[in-house]
């Protein structure tokens, strides 16, 4: 059986592309037939990150409309066996996706893969519920600030109304919280929110943390996933993350001192 | 100026983290309370018992009862206004 993940957040800039280039790198990575679908219409970002951007020739738009089949559009990882990417459309705009289109889509996809994953654009409008609107679970991605957090509330709110699974009466949409850019040394400060405070908050089930890291930005400039970087602290989190998701309990990472990073180990 | 900011500088300040997580709780509680289907829902439906009880003891019709919620600060006040039809004996 397939699963449909929709990677989202309502605000902006939170980490969803980074979420979900990283995210479908690693299920991928544990030899799972992984599929990554950029939903942000018009703003495509997800090929540039996964470092395809030049292979693009058909997109999910031109899919839906037939100009295209979808062996066209998918474009496979060279890295990872078994990761493939579907683009977004640069030149459309959200409203050429339409609820019977993606269907389609993804009924087809379900024939090929395990997993499914969606990056929602930003905002709640029509492209975030397109994203949203077929999934059987969600990551939603919250960094420890408060307005992504009160977005993140009200995606929550969405998924639980918006979604098929909400409007057909099935089995609610599986949660995932997901907290990005996180700096323990600020959270120790008292200067940001700790993992505790936005869990008691959004009241859905916790996934993982990822630390805030410059590997992030080297990752993306570059064009790789960064759970492909294995000296990247964010990329070891964002592997610890799909091990979870995956059932798994993954050993704690051994946090290193301010004495064995002097003397080494 | 100086001297205000150095006593400024003594007193505890509370974290910001805090004051976040606190905002955050209060508008987050009022933001799902909004949402709530049940919370738009049940309005309609308590207009409507409402005219039933009433009804059995006098006549009157739908446009005679206001059923209304509204939020000041931290409490709710619901308002039931019945307008008695005027009597005729």
């Known amino acids: ?265 | 100026m100086g001297i205000l900011s150095y006593f400024r500088a003594l007193q505890p300040q509370k974290k910001t983290a805090k004051v976040a997580k606190e905002r955050l709780q209060i508008i987050v509680a009022h933001e799902r309370h909004l949402r709530d289907p049940a919370t738009v829902d049940y309005l309609p439906l308590l207009q409507r018992e409402l005219i039933e009880v009433i009804r059995k003891y006098i006549v009157i019709n739908e446009e005679n009862i206001k059923v209304n919620i509204e939020k000041e600060g931290d409490y709710e006040i619901l308002e039931v206004n019945i307008t008695l039809p005027e009597a005729n004996h």
């Open chain 1, 1 to 265: 059986m397939s699963k449909i993940i929709v990677v989202t957040s309502g605000k902006g800039g939170v980490g969803k592309t980074t979420t979900s280039a990283a995210f479908a790198t690693g299920l991928a990575l544990r030899g799972h037939q992984t599929v990554v679908i950029d939903f942000d219409v018009g703003l495509r970002n997800l090929d540039l990150v996964m470092g395809c951007e030049r292979r693009v020739v058909y997109d999910l738009v031109n899919v839906i409309n037939g100009e295209g089949n979808l062996n066209q559009a998918l474009i496979k990882d060279k890295r990872v066996e078994s990761l493939f990417i579907l683009p977004a459309s640069q030149t459309r705009d959200k409203d050429a996706l339409t609820l019977k289109g993606v269907a389609r889509v993804l009924e087809a996809l379900k024939k090929r893969f395990e997993y499914i994953i969606c990056d929602s654009p930003a905002g709640i409008e029509h492209g975030a519920i397109m994203a949203m609107y077929f999934s059987d679970e969600a990551l939603i991605v919250t960094n420890p600030e408060v307005s992504s957090v009160r977005d993140s509330d009200r995606i929550i709110g969405m998924l639980s109304s918006k979604t098929r699974r909400a409007v057909q009466n099935l089995p609610p949409v599986k949660e995932h919280l997901l907290i990005t850019r996180y700096s323990s040394k600020r959270v120790n400060k008292g200067d940001m929110l700790s993992v505790d405070d936005i869990k008691e908050i959004l009241a859905i089930p916790f996934l993982g943390v990822i630390p805030e890291s410059p590997s992030v930005l080297q990752a993306s400039n570059a064009g790789l996933p960064v759970t492909l970087d294995e000296k990247s602290d964010a990329g070891q989190a964002y592997l610890d993350v799909v091990a979870r998701f995956l059932g798994e309990e993954p050993p704690p990472r051994e946090k290193k001192g301010f004495l064995t990073r002097l003397f080494g180990k």
